[in-house]
């Protein structure tokens, strides 16, 4: 596997956190922080829908992308509350997170939705990260495999080759998001590689090979160095640590050590 091909990517998740004045302020800091930073790494964030505005602005000229945390798959209508792929393509978004754990099991999304919230943002030419992730009890239970092929198989649907090279997926094993227990690279490693055959299987080598996966689930400065030293680990996607300047800008500075 020739890794080279896979720009790392560190994507900032703040799910529902930060008045919009909060979040312009540490957008502006991952900026300024990340003048300097060669463009060998992809940095994102993720603000909620009321800060996307904002937030677009405070990153004008910068590198710094921005991504919205879910939407829905209508165009427009009587979707009370919802925010569709066009809308969040017009407030500057080049990415938006899908199937997270927490809408999975807090508002019941299934694989089905998922794949249609994917379709939808791929119209729009807005890439989808695509989340994945066993629960502990699936894990200890020994269906890891099993759920992350489900998942996978489920909220992929339809997609053509073309399609997925403009997805990221996110592994994000429940247990660790939020928790402070990450996987080990190691863990890590063996589940993005059942990923990526699962990928060679729906698509063939050559997608396979160009498609980034994104470990999520308790990444912090002092692990992101070794998950990322995993070849088929590609990215993060980090919650908690990306609430802060100083964190995320580490975690953008992996390949340096992440820490200082
Ligand atoms: P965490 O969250 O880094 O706080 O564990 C990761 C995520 O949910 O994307």
């Not at 790392?8 to 990340?34: H, Q, S, Y």
């Not at 919802?82 to 694989?111: A, N």
């Not at 009890?137 to 489900?150: F, K, L, V």
Request: hydrophobic share 40%; with cysteine.
């Amino acid at each position: 596997m020739n890794p080279e091909a896979r720009k790392p990517f560190i994507a900032g998740n703040w799910k529902m956190n930060m008045t919009v004045a909060e979040a312009r302020k540490l957008a502006l800091e991952i900026k300024n922080g990340t003048l300097n930073e060669s463009d060998d790494v992809e940095i994102l964030i993720c603000p909620p829908f009321g800060s996307l505005y904002p937030v677009s602005e405070v990153l004008k000229g910068s590198a710094v992308k921005l991504g919205a945390q879910n939407c829905y798959w209508e165009e427009n209508g009587a979707f009370t509350g919802e925010m569709s792929p066009p809308m969040i393509k017009e407030l500057g978004c080049d990415y938006t997170i899908v199937g997270h754990s927490e809408r999975r099991s807090y508002f019941r999304e299934t694989d089905e939705w998922v794949s249609r919230k994917a379709r939808a943002l791929l119209d729009v030419r807005v890439s989808p990260i695509v989340c994945v992730g066993e629960v502990l009890q699936d894990r200890e239970a020994g269906r890891t495999n099993d759920i992350i092929r489900g998942q996978m198989l489920g909220s992929l649907d339809g997609l053509s080759s073309e399609d997925m090279l403009q997805v990221v997926l996110a592994y994000e094993p429940v247990w660790a998001i939020g928790t402070g227990k990450t996987a080990s690279p190691e863990q890590a490693q063996e589940v993005h590689a059942f990923m990526r055959n699962i990928l060679i299987d729906l698509y063939g080598l050559d997608v396979a090979l160009r498609v980034r996966i994104q470990y999520g689930g308790s990444v912090k400065p002092e692990n992101v160095t070794a998950l990322m030293g995993q070849p088929d680990i590609d990215g993060a996607l980090v919650g908690g640590a990306s609430l802060e300047a100083a964190s995320f800008l580490k975690l953008v500075s992996f390949k340096t050590g992440g820490i200082d």
